[in-house]
């Protein structure tokens, strides 16, 4: 695994949590893509990396204070990163409490992200790119 993409996934969690949106930018390509898991009710793939971070903070603006972490991170290659992406989430006007606990798969390019893809599940997310457990 490149410790470059994987310092670039801890950096792109970490501006996302500061609202960074600038820093965010720098670090995903202009063209990027990025899949939703079949599983979220908007599962249609989101082209561009501004269209992306749109879409991230309309999704998590529903929930309140509280910061994503990385759990497990897997090398699936040079260019790409499993990683499980946690939160504990809790709906600002329910007060109700949900774990967030999905998988990315994270494609690099040139030291940008490219390609954001989403999985309910470690073993969909090791089977998209050709791992086993």
Do not use: C
């Not at 996302?16 to 670090?27: A, E, I, Q, V």
Request: net charge negative; no cysteine.
């Amino acid at each position: 695994m490149s410790q470059e993409n994987l310092e670039t996934t801890r950096e792109l969690l970490d501006a996302f949590d500061r609202d960074d949106k600038r820093s965010w930018l720098t670090m995903v390509h202009p063209d990027a893509e990025m899949v939703p898991a079949q599983q979220w009710p908007e599962s249609a793939p989101i082209r561009g990396a501004e269209a992306i971070w749109d879409f991230y903070a309309e999704v998590t603006s529903f929930w309140g204070e509280g910061s994503a972490q990385l759990g497990e991170v897997i090398d699936a290659g040079a260019d790409k990163i499993v990683a499980n992406n946690l939160r504990d989430a809790r709906g600002k006007t329910s007060g109700a409490g949900a774990e967030f606990s999905y998988w990315a798969v994270t494609t690099y390019q040139d030291g940008r992200a490219i390609r954001f893809e989403w999985f309910a599940d470690r073993v969909a997310a090791l089977e998209a790119v050709r791992l086993s457990e």
